[in-house]
């Protein structure tokens, strides 16, 4: 499991998080996808996130070892206030997710624990181990809640 939680954390920043990584071709009708690999210890692993929606999004990651998926992540975000753009979100988020891993306290999944990027402030709570989770991710701006997103998963058998 080590060498997988390895792998996730930059699987994450070498996609969605780093907002100069490219998209791949959509898996599915609408979709917005995102792929990193990686061969270690002589097997292929591989990361997809696949996406839809923008302001309200859904989606989910998998992890695959020589293509048998291993590990998955849904997730549903939400921007509470209609006032703040995808875009200004995406400023706000992409930062804070770019930190996975850097706090020991939270299973790299999303960001860290705690991370403040000007006005915004980002909080990630997750109850479980990475075999069986779920998370809460929420953004502040100026101390009122703007950004809710809500995450589960585990091992896949």
């Known amino acids: 499991m080590e060498n997988i939680l390895e792998f996730l954390i930059r699987a994450k920043k070498n996609t969605y998080a780093n907002g100069n990584a490219a998209k791949v071709n959509s898996s599915r009708i609408g979709s917005k996808d995102y792929q990193y690999e990686e061969i270690i210890n002589n097997k292929k692993l591989c990361y997809h996130d696949t996406y839809f929606g ?10 695959y070892i ?5 590990w998955a992540m849904n997730y549903y975000g939400n921007t509470i206030n209609p006032n703040l753009s995808e875009e200004a979100m995406d400023n706000a988020l992409r930062p804070a997710l770019m930190q996975v891993g850097s706090d020991n306290l939270v299973l790299p999944l999303r960001g860290p624990s705690k991370f403040v990027n000007g006005e915004f402030s980002y909080g990630f709570e997750v109850t479980g181990s990475m075999e069986n989770f779920t998370g809460l ?20 058998k």
């Open 137 to 156: 991710e929420r953004i502040y701006k100026n101390n009122e809640l703007v950004y809710e997103l809500q995450c589960n998963g585990g091992i896949i």
């Open 54 to 63: 923008g302001e309200k999004f859904i989606g989910s990651e998998v992890v």
């Open 66 to 70: 020589d293509e048998k998926p291993i």
